[in-house]
């Protein structure tokens, strides 16, 4: 019984400490984006879609050209997301509808 504590006790930590940094990085992702002055509003996580969700006037060509490189320079930095987690970029014309995602 102890031995079973003590597994899921580490198993919880880990899970917690993954989801603690994945939130960290997207709330660095969203200062990135919201202090390079292109954000048409502020930037938003959201844990419970894992996505970090950024308002940018561009078309979707260019959305879908930047939205991998923002990935990959965060990931150069040592930012950490778990698995399933996203960037969506939408326009202020999209009707809210994302116009790019890709993998963080």
Do not use: H
């Not at 200062?31 to 940018?56: F, M, Q, R, Y």
């Not at 990935?71 to 987690?85: D, H, I, N, P, T």
């Amino acid at each position: 019984m102890k031995l079973w504590v003590l597994a899921f006790s580490a198993a919880i930590a880990g899970a917690t400490s993954a989801a603690a940094d994945s939130l960290k990085s997207g709330y660095a992702l969203c200062a990135a984006i919201d202090n390079s002055g292109l954000a048409s509003k502020p930037c938003e996580v959201s844990a419970w879609s894992s996505a970090v969700i950024a308002t940018v006037d561009m078309d979707s060509g260019e959305a879908r050209d930047v939205c991998p490189r923002i990935a990959g320079l965060m990931k150069e930095r040592g930012a950490s997301f778990e698995a399933g987690w996203t960037l969506q970029i939408k326009s202020p014309f999209s009707n809210g509808e994302s116009i790019a995602y890709c993998k963080l």
